[in-house]
Protein backbone atom coordinates (compact mmCIF):
# COMPACT_ATOMS: atom_id res chain seq x y z
CA UNK A 1 0.00 0.00 0.00
CA UNK A 2 3.32 2.72 0.68
CA UNK A 3 3.82 1.91 -2.95
CA UNK A 4 0.03 3.16 -4.32
CA UNK A 5 -0.44 5.97 -1.44
CA UNK A 6 3.00 7.61 -2.61
CA UNK A 7 2.58 7.17 -6.00
CA UNK A 8 -1.38 8.97 -5.52
CA UNK A 9 0.35 11.43 -3.35
CA UNK A 10 2.99 12.78 -5.60
CA UNK A 11 0.18 12.55 -8.56
CA UNK A 12 -2.30 14.77 -6.86
CA UNK A 13 0.28 17.35 -6.02
CA UNK A 14 1.75 16.94 -9.77
CA UNK A 15 -2.13 18.03 -10.85
CA UNK A 16 -3.00 20.74 -8.32
CA UNK A 17 0.81 22.23 -9.08
CA UNK A 18 -0.79 22.47 -12.88
CA UNK A 19 -4.27 24.04 -11.27
CA UNK A 20 -1.86 26.51 -9.32
CA UNK A 21 0.23 27.57 -12.38
CA UNK A 22 -3.26 27.73 -14.51
CA UNK A 23 -3.89 30.62 -12.37
CA UNK A 24 -1.71 33.11 -14.45
CA UNK A 25 -4.34 33.19 -16.85
CA UNK A 26 -7.55 32.75 -14.99
CA UNK A 27 -6.78 36.07 -13.61
CA UNK A 28 -8.21 37.90 -16.54
CA UNK A 29 -11.37 36.31 -16.17
CA UNK A 30 -12.10 35.51 -12.44
CA UNK A 31 -11.88 37.93 -9.28
CA UNK A 32 -8.32 38.68 -8.11
CA UNK A 33 -9.76 37.94 -4.66
CA UNK A 34 -11.22 34.60 -5.67
CA UNK A 35 -7.79 33.76 -7.39
CA UNK A 36 -5.44 34.26 -4.56
CA UNK A 37 -8.22 32.57 -2.41
CA UNK A 38 -7.75 29.79 -4.43
CA UNK A 39 -4.47 29.78 -5.00
CA UNK A 40 -3.41 30.11 -1.20
CA UNK A 41 -6.06 27.28 -0.55
CA UNK A 42 -4.17 25.01 -2.92
CA UNK A 43 -0.74 25.69 -1.84
CA UNK A 44 -1.61 24.38 1.34
CA UNK A 45 -3.07 21.28 0.00
CA UNK A 46 -0.10 20.86 -2.26
CA UNK A 47 2.05 21.13 1.11
CA UNK A 48 -0.20 18.99 2.71
CA UNK A 49 0.30 16.14 0.31
CA UNK A 50 3.90 16.74 -0.24
CA UNK A 51 4.43 16.29 3.59
CA UNK A 52 2.24 12.98 3.90
CA UNK A 53 4.02 11.44 0.80
CA UNK A 54 7.69 12.37 3.13
CA UNK A 55 6.29 11.31 6.45
CA UNK A 56 4.87 7.97 4.48
CA UNK A 57 8.62 7.50 2.99
CA UNK A 58 10.03 8.30 6.40
CA UNK A 59 8.09 5.26 8.02
CA UNK A 60 8.69 3.02 5.69
CA UNK A 61 13.00 3.57 6.55
CA UNK A 62 11.44 3.45 10.24
CA UNK A 63 9.62 -0.05 9.69
CA UNK A 64 12.69 -1.22 7.61
CA UNK A 65 10.11 -1.78 4.60
CA UNK A 66 12.98 -3.32 1.78
CA UNK A 67 10.07 -3.60 -0.54
CA UNK A 68 11.09 -0.60 -1.43
CA UNK A 69 13.91 -0.54 -3.65
CA UNK A 70 14.79 3.15 -2.26
CA UNK A 71 14.73 1.83 1.47
CA UNK A 72 17.09 -1.72 0.57
CA UNK A 73 19.41 0.39 -1.53
CA UNK A 74 20.03 3.08 1.67
CA UNK A 75 19.06 1.40 5.19
CA UNK A 76 19.88 -1.54 7.06
CA UNK A 77 18.36 -4.06 10.23
CA UNK A 78 21.16 -2.35 11.64
CA UNK A 79 21.40 1.24 11.52
CA UNK A 80 20.20 3.19 14.00
CA UNK A 81 16.65 5.19 14.00
CA UNK A 82 18.54 8.48 13.69
CA UNK A 83 19.83 8.08 10.59
CA UNK A 84 16.95 5.54 9.18
CA UNK A 85 15.36 8.98 9.32
CA UNK A 86 18.30 11.08 7.74
CA UNK A 87 18.29 8.48 5.34
CA UNK A 88 15.52 9.43 3.42
CA UNK A 89 17.65 12.43 2.06
CA UNK A 90 20.73 10.60 1.64
CA UNK A 91 20.40 9.91 -1.79
CA UNK A 92 18.95 11.10 -4.95
CA UNK A 93 15.87 10.20 -4.89
CA UNK A 94 14.60 11.16 -1.27
CA UNK A 95 16.49 14.25 -1.71
CA UNK A 96 14.50 15.08 -4.84
CA UNK A 97 11.47 14.26 -2.80
CA UNK A 98 12.73 17.11 0.45
CA UNK A 99 14.10 19.51 -2.24
CA UNK A 100 10.30 19.63 -3.72
CA UNK A 101 8.69 19.51 -0.07
CA UNK A 102 10.37 22.56 0.48
CA UNK A 103 9.90 24.15 -2.44
CA UNK A 104 5.92 23.82 -1.44
CA UNK A 105 6.62 25.18 2.15
CA UNK A 106 7.88 28.48 0.47
CA UNK A 107 4.85 28.53 -2.16
CA UNK A 108 2.45 28.08 0.78
CA UNK A 109 4.75 30.43 3.12
CA UNK A 110 4.59 33.28 0.05
CA UNK A 111 0.48 33.08 0.27
CA UNK A 112 0.91 32.98 4.29
CA UNK A 113 2.89 36.25 4.36
CA UNK A 114 2.19 38.79 1.64
CA UNK A 115 -0.49 40.91 3.17
CA UNK A 116 1.16 44.07 2.10
CA UNK A 117 1.80 43.03 -1.91
CA UNK A 118 -1.15 43.11 -4.32
CA UNK A 119 -3.22 39.93 -4.81
CA UNK A 120 -2.31 39.70 -8.80
CA UNK A 121 1.64 39.99 -7.67
CA UNK A 122 1.31 37.11 -5.53
CA UNK A 123 -1.35 35.10 -7.79
CA UNK A 124 1.63 35.23 -10.30
CA UNK A 125 4.25 34.34 -8.08
CA UNK A 126 2.38 30.95 -6.78
CA UNK A 127 1.84 30.16 -10.49
CA UNK A 128 5.39 30.16 -11.21
CA UNK A 129 6.01 28.33 -8.05
CA UNK A 130 3.38 26.02 -9.15
CA UNK A 131 5.61 24.73 -12.47
CA UNK A 132 8.84 24.82 -10.73
CA UNK A 133 6.72 22.07 -8.49
CA UNK A 134 5.27 20.30 -11.16
CA UNK A 135 8.43 20.11 -13.07
CA UNK A 136 10.18 18.07 -9.84
CA UNK A 137 7.57 16.17 -9.63
CA UNK A 138 7.45 15.13 -13.35
CA UNK A 139 11.27 14.18 -12.41
CA UNK A 140 10.29 12.46 -9.41
CA UNK A 141 7.67 10.44 -11.05
CA UNK A 142 9.60 9.75 -13.87
CA UNK A 143 13.03 9.25 -13.42
CA UNK A 144 13.74 9.17 -9.59
CA UNK A 145 10.49 7.65 -7.61
CA UNK A 146 11.22 6.79 -4.26
CA UNK A 147 8.23 4.42 -3.69
CA UNK A 148 9.37 2.03 -6.53
CA UNK A 149 8.87 -1.81 -5.43
CA UNK A 150 11.76 -4.09 -5.66
CA UNK A 151 11.17 -7.89 -6.29
CA UNK A 152 11.97 -10.36 -4.92
CA UNK A 153 12.17 -8.73 -1.32
CA UNK A 154 15.80 -8.36 0.48
CA UNK A 155 16.07 -9.61 4.16
CA UNK A 156 17.93 -6.51 4.53
CA UNK A 157 19.50 -3.61 2.73
CA UNK A 158 22.69 -1.85 1.73
CA UNK A 159 22.68 0.25 4.44
CA UNK A 160 23.57 4.00 4.31
CA UNK A 161 26.33 5.32 3.17
CA UNK A 162 29.04 5.62 5.87
CA UNK A 163 29.87 9.20 4.95
CA UNK A 164 26.14 10.26 5.79
CA UNK A 165 26.03 8.12 9.07
CA UNK A 166 27.26 11.56 10.90
CA UNK A 167 25.06 13.96 12.73
CA UNK A 168 26.33 16.90 10.94
CA UNK A 169 24.86 14.98 8.01
CA UNK A 170 21.54 14.98 9.32
CA UNK A 171 20.91 18.98 9.55
CA UNK A 172 23.77 19.67 6.94
CA UNK A 173 20.84 19.13 3.86
CA UNK A 174 17.97 20.29 4.86
CA UNK A 175 19.20 23.52 5.68
CA UNK A 176 21.34 24.24 2.33
CA UNK A 177 17.71 22.71 1.39
CA UNK A 178 15.80 25.63 2.57
CA UNK A 179 18.63 28.28 1.10
CA UNK A 180 18.44 26.66 -2.45
CA UNK A 181 15.11 26.52 -2.59
CA UNK A 182 14.59 29.51 -1.13
CA UNK A 183 16.08 31.22 -3.98
CA UNK A 184 13.13 30.44 -5.87
CA UNK A 185 11.30 33.46 -3.78
CA UNK A 186 13.14 36.19 -5.54
CA UNK A 187 12.81 34.36 -8.47
CA UNK A 188 9.45 34.31 -8.87
CA UNK A 189 8.73 37.80 -7.79
CA UNK A 190 10.87 39.00 -10.43
CA UNK A 191 9.41 37.33 -13.20
CA UNK A 192 5.91 38.02 -11.44
CA UNK A 193 7.17 41.66 -11.72
CA UNK A 194 7.83 41.66 -15.17
CA UNK A 195 4.62 40.26 -15.98
CA UNK A 196 3.06 42.87 -14.61
CA UNK A 197 5.34 45.96 -15.60
CA UNK A 198 5.30 47.54 -12.31
CA UNK A 199 7.39 47.58 -8.72
CA UNK A 200 7.41 49.43 -5.58
CA UNK A 201 9.57 49.91 -2.59
CA UNK A 202 7.40 48.57 -0.13
CA UNK A 203 7.56 45.34 -1.99
CA UNK A 204 11.30 45.47 -2.02
CA UNK A 205 11.24 45.49 1.86
CA UNK A 206 8.65 42.38 1.61
CA UNK A 207 11.41 40.80 -0.53
CA UNK A 208 14.48 41.57 1.58
CA UNK A 209 13.61 39.81 4.02
CA UNK A 210 12.69 36.38 1.94
CA UNK A 211 16.44 36.73 0.51
CA UNK A 212 17.79 37.16 3.76
CA UNK A 213 16.30 34.18 5.05
CA UNK A 214 17.28 32.02 1.97
CA UNK A 215 20.96 33.90 2.75
CA UNK A 216 21.05 32.89 6.36
CA UNK A 217 20.05 28.96 5.22
CA UNK A 218 22.76 28.92 2.86
CA UNK A 219 24.91 29.77 5.13
CA UNK A 220 24.02 27.68 7.68
CA UNK A 221 24.02 25.04 5.20
CA UNK A 222 27.56 25.70 3.61
CA UNK A 223 28.92 26.14 7.59
CA UNK A 224 27.80 23.03 8.66
CA UNK A 225 28.84 21.49 5.49
CA UNK A 226 32.63 22.66 6.21
CA UNK A 227 32.11 22.14 9.85
CA UNK A 228 31.45 18.04 9.08
CA UNK A 229 34.22 17.58 6.36
CA UNK A 230 36.29 18.94 8.82
CA UNK A 231 35.67 16.96 11.76
CA UNK A 232 34.57 13.54 10.03
CA UNK A 233 37.20 12.93 6.61
CA UNK A 234 40.22 13.16 8.52
CA UNK A 235 42.10 15.57 6.01
CA UNK A 236 42.77 18.19 8.52
CA UNK A 237 40.75 20.45 5.91
CA UNK A 238 37.30 22.26 5.50
CA UNK A 239 37.34 23.49 2.00
CA UNK A 240 37.95 21.74 -1.10
CA UNK A 241 36.77 23.55 -3.83
CA UNK A 242 34.96 20.13 -4.75
CA UNK A 243 32.77 21.19 -7.95
CA UNK A 244 29.73 20.69 -5.75
CA UNK A 245 31.32 22.98 -2.91
CA UNK A 246 31.29 25.23 -5.63
CA UNK A 247 27.71 24.38 -6.66
CA UNK A 248 26.45 25.70 -3.39
CA UNK A 249 29.21 28.63 -2.72
CA UNK A 250 28.04 30.28 -6.46
CA UNK A 251 24.26 30.89 -5.30
CA UNK A 252 25.55 32.48 -1.97
CA UNK A 253 27.57 34.49 -3.41
CA UNK A 254 25.02 35.86 -5.81
CA UNK A 255 22.27 36.02 -2.79
CA UNK A 256 24.47 38.45 -1.40
CA UNK A 257 25.03 40.44 -3.97
CA UNK A 258 21.05 40.57 -4.21
CA UNK A 259 20.81 41.71 -0.84
CA UNK A 260 22.92 44.13 -1.76
CA UNK A 261 21.36 45.40 -4.69
CA UNK A 262 17.65 45.26 -2.91
CA UNK A 263 18.67 47.78 -0.07
CA UNK A 264 19.69 50.20 -2.69
CA UNK A 265 16.67 49.17 -4.82
CA UNK A 266 14.47 49.54 -1.61
CA UNK A 267 16.14 53.04 -0.19
CA UNK A 268 16.95 54.93 -3.48
CA UNK A 269 14.49 53.16 -6.09
CA UNK A 270 17.63 52.31 -8.02
CA UNK A 271 19.20 49.08 -9.73
CA UNK A 272 15.98 47.61 -9.75
CA UNK A 273 16.86 46.41 -13.51
CA UNK A 274 19.85 44.58 -11.55
CA UNK A 275 17.99 43.44 -8.69
CA UNK A 276 15.27 41.46 -11.17
CA UNK A 277 18.44 40.21 -13.06
CA UNK A 278 20.27 38.65 -9.78
CA UNK A 279 17.10 37.30 -8.67
CA UNK A 280 16.75 35.33 -12.55
CA UNK A 281 20.64 34.71 -12.02
CA UNK A 282 20.86 33.53 -8.29
CA UNK A 283 18.09 30.62 -8.95
CA UNK A 284 19.48 29.84 -12.07
CA UNK A 285 22.55 29.00 -10.21
CA UNK A 286 20.57 26.78 -7.58
CA UNK A 287 19.35 24.80 -10.51
CA UNK A 288 22.31 24.25 -11.75
CA UNK A 289 23.81 23.01 -8.95
CA UNK A 290 21.40 20.75 -9.11
CA UNK A 291 22.48 19.94 -12.58
CA UNK A 292 25.70 19.20 -11.15
CA UNK A 293 25.35 17.29 -8.70
CA UNK A 294 22.84 14.95 -10.24
CA UNK A 295 24.10 14.25 -13.84
CA UNK A 296 27.46 12.80 -12.86
CA UNK A 297 29.10 14.76 -15.13
CA UNK A 298 31.57 16.30 -13.10
CA UNK A 299 33.30 13.51 -10.21
CA UNK A 300 32.75 15.04 -6.53
CA UNK A 301 32.47 13.19 -3.36
CA UNK A 302 29.00 14.88 -2.59
CA UNK A 303 27.25 13.85 -5.88
CA UNK A 304 24.29 11.98 -5.27
CA UNK A 305 23.69 9.83 -8.94
CA UNK A 306 25.93 9.51 -12.65
CA UNK A 307 22.38 9.00 -14.17
CA UNK A 308 22.86 11.18 -18.12
CA UNK A 309 18.75 10.49 -18.36
CA UNK A 310 18.71 12.79 -15.43
CA UNK A 311 20.67 14.82 -15.82
CA UNK A 312 19.76 15.69 -19.32
CA UNK A 313 15.92 16.47 -18.05
CA UNK A 314 17.06 19.24 -15.67
CA UNK A 315 19.52 20.57 -18.17
CA UNK A 316 16.24 20.97 -20.13
CA UNK A 317 14.51 22.44 -17.40
CA UNK A 318 17.74 24.67 -16.73
CA UNK A 319 17.72 25.91 -19.98
CA UNK A 320 14.11 26.63 -20.43
CA UNK A 321 14.07 28.26 -17.24
CA UNK A 322 16.83 30.25 -17.29
CA UNK A 323 16.33 31.38 -21.46
CA UNK A 324 12.53 31.91 -20.86
CA UNK A 325 13.26 33.98 -17.85
CA UNK A 326 16.13 36.26 -19.13
CA UNK A 327 14.11 36.66 -22.71
CA UNK A 328 11.45 38.28 -20.36
CA UNK A 329 13.56 40.27 -18.61
CA UNK A 330 15.00 41.94 -21.69
CA UNK A 331 12.07 42.27 -23.45
CA UNK A 332 10.63 44.58 -20.68
CA UNK A 333 12.94 45.51 -17.76
CA UNK A 334 13.41 48.18 -19.75
CA UNK A 335 10.15 49.42 -18.07
CA UNK A 336 11.11 49.29 -14.60
CA UNK A 337 14.11 51.50 -15.28
CA UNK A 338 14.19 55.05 -12.73
CA UNK A 339 16.79 57.21 -13.26
CA UNK A 340 17.69 58.97 -10.02
CA UNK A 341 21.39 61.04 -9.48
CA UNK A 342 23.80 59.81 -7.26
CA UNK A 343 27.50 60.73 -6.71
CA UNK A 344 30.15 58.61 -6.81
CA UNK A 345 31.07 59.55 -3.33
CA UNK A 346 28.05 57.66 -2.09
CA UNK A 347 26.79 54.95 -0.49
CA UNK A 348 25.00 53.35 -4.08
CA UNK A 349 28.70 53.69 -5.86
CA UNK A 350 30.00 51.46 -3.01
CA UNK A 351 27.40 48.88 -3.01
CA UNK A 352 27.90 48.48 -6.83
CA UNK A 353 31.21 48.39 -6.90
CA UNK A 354 30.73 45.98 -4.07
CA UNK A 355 28.20 44.34 -6.00
CA UNK A 356 30.45 43.97 -9.03
CA UNK A 357 33.23 42.36 -7.21
CA UNK A 358 30.70 39.80 -5.91
CA UNK A 359 29.40 39.14 -9.14
CA UNK A 360 32.64 38.75 -11.04
CA UNK A 361 33.81 36.26 -7.92
CA UNK A 362 30.68 34.44 -8.72
CA UNK A 363 31.28 33.94 -12.53
CA UNK A 364 35.14 33.10 -12.17
CA UNK A 365 34.68 30.08 -9.65
CA UNK A 366 32.07 29.09 -12.33
CA UNK A 367 34.26 29.05 -14.61
CA UNK A 368 36.85 27.16 -12.85
CA UNK A 369 34.25 24.77 -12.46
CA UNK A 370 32.84 23.86 -15.56
CA UNK A 371 35.82 24.43 -17.63
CA UNK A 372 37.37 20.63 -17.20
CA UNK A 373 34.00 19.96 -18.59
CA UNK A 374 34.15 22.36 -21.10
CA UNK A 375 37.82 20.99 -21.96
CA UNK A 376 36.43 17.47 -22.01
CA UNK A 377 33.78 18.45 -24.29
CA UNK A 378 35.27 20.52 -26.97
CA UNK A 379 37.83 17.66 -27.25
CA UNK A 380 41.04 19.64 -25.64
CA UNK A 381 42.59 16.71 -23.39
CA UNK A 382 41.41 16.36 -19.89
CA UNK A 383 42.37 19.89 -17.60
CA UNK A 384 41.55 20.21 -13.63
CA UNK A 385 41.61 23.07 -12.09
CA UNK A 386 42.62 23.03 -8.43
CA UNK A 387 42.87 24.98 -5.69
CA UNK A 388 45.15 27.45 -6.47
CA UNK A 389 43.37 28.58 -8.79
CA UNK A 390 40.18 29.36 -6.73
CA UNK A 391 42.76 30.66 -4.15
CA UNK A 392 43.93 33.24 -6.04
CA UNK A 393 40.37 34.20 -7.40
CA UNK A 394 39.15 34.25 -3.68
CA UNK A 395 42.19 36.55 -2.38
CA UNK A 396 42.11 38.69 -5.13
CA UNK A 397 38.11 39.19 -5.62
CA UNK A 398 37.07 38.73 -2.00
CA UNK A 399 39.57 41.38 -0.35
CA UNK A 400 38.25 44.32 -2.20
CA UNK A 401 34.99 43.00 -1.30
CA UNK A 402 36.29 43.23 2.24
CA UNK A 403 37.84 46.43 2.20
CA UNK A 404 34.88 48.23 1.01
CA UNK A 405 32.38 47.24 4.01
CA UNK A 406 33.75 49.53 6.34
CA UNK A 407 33.53 52.67 3.58
CA UNK A 408 29.93 51.51 3.00
CA UNK A 409 29.17 51.56 6.80
CA UNK A 410 30.01 55.35 7.11
CA UNK A 411 29.00 56.82 3.90
CA UNK A 412 25.28 58.72 3.05
CA UNK A 413 23.14 58.20 0.73
CA UNK A 414 23.83 60.28 -2.28
CA UNK A 415 26.78 62.12 -1.55
CA UNK A 416 29.19 61.46 1.06
CA UNK A 417 31.67 64.14 3.16
CA UNK A 418 35.00 62.17 2.00
CA UNK A 419 36.99 64.34 3.90
CA UNK A 420 35.27 63.77 7.13
CA UNK A 421 35.24 59.80 6.02
CA UNK A 422 38.76 59.76 5.07
CA UNK A 423 39.99 60.86 8.64
CA UNK A 424 37.71 58.16 10.44
CA UNK A 425 38.34 55.59 8.78
CA UNK A 426 41.84 56.65 8.44
CA UNK A 427 42.15 56.52 11.55
CA UNK A 428 40.70 52.67 11.75
CA UNK A 429 43.20 51.61 9.54
CA UNK A 430 45.92 52.83 11.58
CA UNK A 431 44.92 51.07 14.59
CA UNK A 432 44.62 48.02 12.09
CA UNK A 433 47.99 48.20 10.80
CA UNK A 434 49.08 48.62 14.38
CA UNK A 435 46.74 45.65 16.10
CA UNK A 436 47.69 43.56 13.30
CA UNK A 437 51.33 43.60 13.20
CA UNK A 438 51.89 42.69 17.32
CA UNK A 439 49.19 40.25 16.76
CA UNK A 440 51.19 38.26 14.08
CA UNK A 441 54.13 38.80 15.49
CA UNK A 442 53.53 37.82 18.58
CA UNK A 443 51.94 34.32 17.43
CA UNK A 444 53.76 33.68 14.25
CA UNK A 445 56.67 35.37 11.80
CA UNK A 446 54.91 37.28 9.27
CA UNK A 447 56.62 36.83 5.78
CA UNK A 448 53.68 36.95 3.44
CA UNK A 449 52.28 39.89 2.47
CA UNK A 450 48.73 38.66 1.60
CA UNK A 451 48.44 37.41 5.41
CA UNK A 452 49.26 40.89 6.39
CA UNK A 453 46.66 42.60 4.07
CA UNK A 454 44.27 40.05 4.42
CA UNK A 455 44.38 40.46 8.40
CA UNK A 456 44.52 44.25 8.47
CA UNK A 457 41.76 44.19 6.08
CA UNK A 458 39.69 41.76 8.87
CA UNK A 459 40.64 44.28 11.81
CA UNK A 460 39.49 47.25 10.02
CA UNK A 461 36.09 45.89 9.03
CA UNK A 462 35.68 44.42 12.97
CA UNK A 463 36.81 48.21 14.28
CA UNK A 464 34.58 49.87 11.84
CA UNK A 465 31.40 47.95 12.77
CA UNK A 466 32.29 48.09 16.37
CA UNK A 467 32.23 51.77 16.07
CA UNK A 468 29.35 51.90 14.42
CA UNK A 469 27.34 49.39 16.42
CA UNK A 470 28.63 51.70 19.72
CA UNK A 471 27.18 54.86 18.07
CA UNK A 472 24.04 53.52 17.05
CA UNK A 473 23.56 50.51 19.89
CA UNK A 474 21.85 48.57 17.96
CA UNK A 475 22.06 45.00 16.61
CA UNK A 476 21.55 45.21 13.07
CA UNK A 477 22.30 42.47 10.37
CA UNK A 478 24.69 43.86 8.60
CA UNK A 479 27.04 45.05 11.24
CA UNK A 480 26.94 41.52 12.99
CA UNK A 481 27.81 39.88 9.46
CA UNK A 482 30.34 42.48 9.03
CA UNK A 483 31.92 41.59 11.92
CA UNK A 484 32.03 37.73 11.36
CA UNK A 485 33.35 38.09 7.92
CA UNK A 486 36.08 39.58 9.73
CA UNK A 487 36.46 37.03 12.14
CA UNK A 488 35.67 34.24 9.47
CA UNK A 489 38.93 35.98 7.05
CA UNK A 490 41.26 35.69 10.35
CA UNK A 491 40.35 32.17 10.88
CA UNK A 492 40.31 31.53 6.93
CA UNK A 493 43.64 33.01 6.65
CA UNK A 494 45.57 31.85 9.93
CA UNK A 495 45.00 28.68 9.70
CA UNK A 496 45.80 28.27 6.01
CA UNK A 497 48.99 29.75 6.11
CA UNK A 498 50.24 28.73 9.32
CA UNK A 499 48.75 25.24 10.58
CA UNK A 500 51.66 22.52 11.15
CA UNK A 501 51.03 18.94 9.93
CA UNK A 502 53.03 15.39 10.68
CA UNK A 503 52.05 12.67 8.85
CA UNK A 504 54.18 9.71 10.45
CA UNK A 505 54.81 5.98 11.21
CA UNK A 506 54.39 5.99 14.69
CA UNK A 507 55.19 2.68 17.14
CA UNK A 508 52.88 2.42 20.33
CA UNK A 509 55.04 3.81 23.13
CA UNK A 510 56.65 6.61 20.86
CA UNK A 511 56.22 10.60 21.42
CA UNK A 512 55.99 13.29 18.69
CA UNK A 513 56.23 16.95 18.68
CA UNK A 514 54.10 19.43 17.29
CA UNK A 515 54.68 23.15 18.42
CA UNK A 516 55.14 23.55 22.16
CA UNK A 517 53.20 20.09 22.71
CA UNK A 518 53.95 16.68 22.56
CA UNK A 519 51.55 13.46 21.76
CA UNK A 520 51.99 10.05 23.05
CA UNK A 521 50.88 7.24 21.20
CA UNK A 522 49.73 4.41 23.93
CA UNK A 523 48.00 2.01 22.25
CA UNK A 524 45.45 0.80 20.12
CA UNK A 525 42.07 -0.96 20.99
CA UNK A 526 39.00 -2.62 19.31
CA UNK A 527 35.35 -1.79 19.54
CA UNK A 528 32.33 -2.81 18.02
CA UNK A 529 28.97 -1.28 17.29
CA UNK A 530 25.78 -2.09 16.56
CA UNK A 531 26.96 -1.86 12.41
CA UNK A 532 30.49 -1.11 12.32
CA UNK A 533 33.68 -2.37 13.92
CA UNK A 534 36.51 0.04 14.32
CA UNK A 535 39.76 0.40 15.52
CA UNK A 536 40.73 3.26 18.10
CA UNK A 537 43.77 4.96 18.83
CA UNK A 538 44.95 6.20 22.34
CA UNK A 539 46.93 9.36 22.52
CA UNK A 540 47.78 11.53 25.59
CA UNK A 541 48.40 15.34 24.95
CA UNK A 542 51.08 17.09 26.87
CA UNK A 543 51.94 20.97 27.15
CA UNK A 544 55.19 20.55 29.10
CA UNK A 545 55.30 17.52 30.27
CA UNK A 546 51.84 18.37 32.04
CA UNK A 547 49.04 15.98 30.66
CA UNK A 548 46.23 18.30 28.96
CA UNK A 549 43.85 15.27 27.45
CA UNK A 550 43.41 12.03 25.56
CA UNK A 551 42.31 11.40 22.00
CA UNK A 552 40.56 8.65 20.33
CA UNK A 553 40.38 8.69 16.60
CA UNK A 554 39.19 5.87 14.93
CA UNK A 555 39.07 3.86 12.04
CA UNK A 556 35.83 2.55 11.07
CA UNK A 557 34.87 -0.34 8.93
CA UNK A 558 31.40 -0.64 8.32
CA UNK A 559 29.45 -4.55 8.44
CA UNK A 560 27.89 -4.42 4.54
CA UNK A 561 29.63 -1.76 2.54
CA UNK A 562 32.96 -2.30 4.15
CA UNK A 563 33.60 1.13 3.82
CA UNK A 564 36.57 2.67 5.74
CA UNK A 565 36.02 6.02 7.39
CA UNK A 566 38.10 8.04 9.65
CA UNK A 567 37.02 9.42 12.86
CA UNK A 568 39.42 12.47 13.85
CA UNK A 569 40.05 13.15 17.68
CA UNK A 570 40.13 17.43 18.14
CA UNK A 571 41.20 19.26 21.03
CA UNK A 572 40.07 22.82 20.87
CA UNK A 573 40.68 26.06 22.11
CA UNK A 574 39.91 29.87 21.17
CA UNK A 575 43.43 29.78 19.84
CA UNK A 576 44.09 26.65 18.44
CA UNK A 577 43.00 23.33 17.54
CA UNK A 578 45.32 19.98 17.58
CA UNK A 579 43.86 17.11 15.34
CA UNK A 580 44.64 13.65 15.62
CA UNK A 581 44.09 10.91 13.01
CA UNK A 582 44.94 7.26 12.65
CA UNK A 583 45.58 6.18 9.54
CA UNK A 584 46.70 2.51 7.92
CA UNK A 585 48.20 -0.57 10.16
CA UNK A 586 51.70 -1.04 9.29
CA UNK A 587 52.15 -3.82 11.62
CA UNK A 588 51.14 -4.91 14.81
CA UNK A 589 52.82 -2.18 16.84
CA UNK A 590 52.91 0.53 14.10
CA UNK A 591 50.54 2.95 12.44
CA UNK A 592 50.38 5.63 9.69
CA UNK A 593 49.27 9.38 12.08
CA UNK A 594 48.34 12.29 10.70
CA UNK A 595 48.79 15.04 13.42
CA UNK A 596 47.85 18.69 12.41
CA UNK A 597 48.13 22.06 14.41
CA UNK A 598 45.40 24.64 13.16
CA UNK A 599 45.96 28.26 14.73
CA UNK A 600 42.66 30.42 15.12
CA UNK A 601 40.87 27.60 13.08
CA UNK A 602 38.02 28.22 15.39
CA UNK A 603 37.26 31.95 14.05
CA UNK A 604 36.30 30.16 11.13
CA UNK A 605 33.07 28.75 12.89
CA UNK A 606 33.16 31.80 15.44
CA UNK A 607 32.72 34.20 12.29
CA UNK A 608 29.88 31.77 10.56
CA UNK A 609 27.69 31.80 13.68
CA UNK A 610 27.84 35.56 13.60
CA UNK A 611 26.75 35.84 10.10
CA UNK A 612 23.88 33.73 10.81
CA UNK A 613 22.97 35.82 13.65
CA UNK A 614 22.85 38.91 11.20
CA UNK A 615 20.53 37.22 9.02
CA UNK A 616 18.48 36.30 12.53
CA UNK A 617 18.02 39.87 12.51
CA UNK A 618 17.69 40.76 9.45
CA UNK A 619 14.66 38.95 9.19
CA UNK A 620 13.00 39.41 12.66
CA UNK A 621 14.13 42.92 13.42
CA UNK A 622 17.26 44.83 14.81
CA UNK A 623 17.95 44.65 18.87
CA UNK A 624 18.27 47.80 20.55
CA UNK A 625 20.82 47.12 23.01
CA UNK A 626 20.87 50.08 25.48
CA UNK A 627 18.50 52.99 25.77
CA UNK A 628 20.49 56.32 24.76
CA UNK A 629 20.39 59.08 27.23
Known amino acids: MITEIGNILLCVSAALSLCLFSFIFLKKVINIDNCFHFSKNISLIILISLLSSFLLLSYAFLTDNFSLRYVATNSNLTLENIYKFSAVWGAHEGSILLWVLVLAFWCFSIALFSKHIPKKIIVDMLAIMGILI ?22 NGNDLNPLLQDPGLIIHPPMLYFGYVGTSVPFAFAVAILINENIKSEWLSWLRKWVMASWMFLTIGISLGSWWAYHELGWGGWWFWDPVENASFMPWLAITALLHSIIVSEKRGIFISWTILLSILTFSLSLL ?39 LYFVKSSKLITYSNYNISSKEFILLINNLFLTVTTFAILLGTLYPLI ?22 LTLPIVFLMSPAIFSAWKKTNYNHLIKKLGLFFMFSLIITYFFLHFYVDVENFIVFLAIVIAIFTILSSLYKLSQTRILSANLISHIGIGVLIIGITIS ?36 YTSKVGIFDLYDNKDYLISFFPEKRIYNVQKNIMTEAAIHSTLTRDIYVALGEKVNDNSWVVRIYYKPFIQFLWLGAILMILGGFFGIFGNLNLFKKN
Open 375 to 396: SSTLDLGKISVGAPYFNFIFSA
Open 496 to 531: NYYSSQHEVIMKKGANIAIQEFQIAFNDVKNKVSKN
Open 289 to 327: GTFLVRSGILVSVHAFANDPERGLYILVFLTIVIGLSLL
Open 134 to 155: LFFLLFILLTSNPFDRIFPIPL
